[in-house]
């Protein structure tokens, strides 16, 4: 397993961006595929975004097409959420988590390392 943290949260307006990183502890972080979830307050853990080992292949949920890039780079063992067009319905906390198994649509429990998780409040 990898150890993960996240940083990268704050409070944005509504519209803004916010770049959300996690840092990875292990040497073979190259062989994990990595996701972004999001959860709400009294609501479940939600898929937000992943990417496959390489980077090479991602795939996000509708609520961030268009808007949330996720990103890897695997010299400095850390994968990256961009995220512009923020709206309130986006605040959440924001984990990130890795995986060995890549299958679609993904999973919460297929992701066997999580962070701590990171806090966003998008504000109207």
């Known amino acids: 397993q990898v150890q993960l943290v996240e940083s990268g949260g704050g409070e944005v307006q509504a519209g803004g961006s916010l770049r959300l990183s996690c840092a990875a502890s292990?040497?073979?972080?190259?062989?994990?595929?990595m996701g972004w979830f999001r959860q709400a307050p009294g609501k479940e853990r939600e898929f937000v975004a992943v990417?496959?080992?390489?980077?090479?292949?991602?795939y996000y949920a509708d609520s961030a097409k268009g808007r949330f890039t996720i990103s890897r780079d695997n010299a400095k063992n850390t994968v990256y959420l961009q995220m512009n067009s923020l709206k309130p319905e986006d605040t959440a906390v924001y984990y990130c988590?890795?995986?060995?198994?890549?299958?679609?649509?993904?999973?919460?429990?297929?992701?066997?390392?999580w962070g701590q998780g990171t806090q966003v409040t998008v504000s109207s």
């Open positions: 988590a890795a995986t060995t198994t890549f299958r679609l649509p993904p999973i919460v429990r297929d992701f066997g390392s």
């Open positions: 990417s496959t080992w390489s980077g090479s292949s991602t």
């Open positions: 292990g040497r073979t972080f190259s062989r994990y595929s």
